[in-house]
């Protein structure tokens, strides 16, 4: 059985500087890696996560500096959510007031206390208080004290015509079980501590999101090599008729990409070799990385990225 949740979530985004001041200034993340789009090289690929980008802390953006705005409709993800220990919520609703980001008020989902907000893109986000301890540790680099640090991913929010076939999928091949419903919304659960929880919202017929910043692009569920991405693979196909790409070489993870049954794109990604493979864990995400097939090219993509710190 697959049962390691979340490996990590990408959206698109407006101006890159706008996303890092946000992302790092605002919630302390580290960014753990500075590249390109591998498939679109004229966009940056921003990787933010924990101090070693852990699979399961993981949240990438694609920026345009003109992007559209998307939005978010059936077949894609309505929100993101981040772990913190559940007394830091009022620290955080501090903080995001003091930068200006508005909030919603706390409420109570499934058990657990909810700090909805949304970034300058409108992407909409959340911060869960929870008192289980799967031992992450806070980074304190971000300028966040330790203690209130955002610790990784909670989990995804999918905004779905019928839950059904996507559930089936997450119980069947992804390791997931139904731990509780309210309303139209129905809760999933791994045994990972990060990324371990993912809901699904049917709503029935509704308006079809539309790609843009402040959406987001695909979730990607943590295979932990290639073997193990393997049987995922063969059980999509095999049990539930579903087509999956081939493996792509994304140099931190490598990829298979298929849409499940309610629309969403999932990526299955190798949890090896990880963002250390190319740059010193203590210089993650300070110099422009590319891939080697694009390396040829580095002078002309520098000269087509907006300038970043």
Same mark, same amino acid.
């Given at each position: 059985?697959?049962?390691? *949740? $979340? /490996?990590? @979530? !990408?959206?698109?985004?407006?101006? %890159? ?7 790092? =200034? #605002? +919630? &302390? ?122 610790? *990784? $991913? /909670?989990? @995804? !929010?999918?905004?779905?015509?019928? %839950? ?7 119980? =069947? #091949? +992804? &390791? ?134």
């Amino acid at each position: 059985m697959f049962e390691n *949740g $979340l /490996h990590h @979530v !990408t959206a698109f985004s407006g101006p %890159a500087a706008r996303n890092l001041d946000f992302y790092r =200034g #605002v +919630l &302390g993340l580290r960014l753990v890696k500075k590249t390109v789009n591998f498939d679109d090289p004229g966009t940056y690929h921003l990787y933010y996560g924990d101090e070693t980008g852990q699979p399961g802390t993981i949240l990438t953006f694609f920026p345009w500096e003109h992007a559209a705005p998307g939005r978010v409709g059936i077949g894609e993800t309505q929100e993101t959510a981040f772990r913190v220990p559940r007394a830091s919520i009022g620290y955080w609703a501090h903080r995001l007031l003091a930068h200006g980001v508005t909030h919603e008020a706390p409420a109570q989902v499934f058990g657990e206390t909810v700090l909805p907000f949304r970034d300058p893109d409108g992407l909409a986000l959340a911060l869960v208080g929870t008192d289980a301890d799967g031992g992450e540790a806070g980074w304190a680099g971000g300028g966040i004290p330790a203690e209130h640090a955002i610790r *990784g $991913l /909670h989990g @995804v !929010t999918l905004l779905l015509r019928d %839950a059904g076939p996507t559930a089936a999928i997450l119980s =069947g #091949v +992804l &390791g997931f079980r139904e731990v509780g419903r309210e309303g139209a919304s129905t809760r999933f659960r791994s045994d990972a501590h990060l990324g371990g929880a993912m809901t699904l919202r049917a709503v029935g017929d509704f308006l079809p999101g539309r790609p843009g910043a402040g959406s987001v692009h695909h979730i990607a569920f943590r295979a932990a090599d290639d073997a193990a991405q393997a049987e995922v693979v063969r059980k999509l196909n095999e049990e539930h008729g579903l087509v999956v790409t081939e493996q792509r070489d994304r140099n931190y993870f490598r990829s298979v990409y298929f849409r499940e049954p309610g629309g969403v794109l999932f990526e299955i990604a190798t949890d090896l070799p990880g963002f250390a493979v190319d740059e010193p864990a203590a210089g993650l995400g300070q110099a422009l990385k590319l891939p080697p097939f694009l390396e040829p090219h580095r002078a002309e993509i520098e000269a087509a990225l907006p300038k970043v710190a």
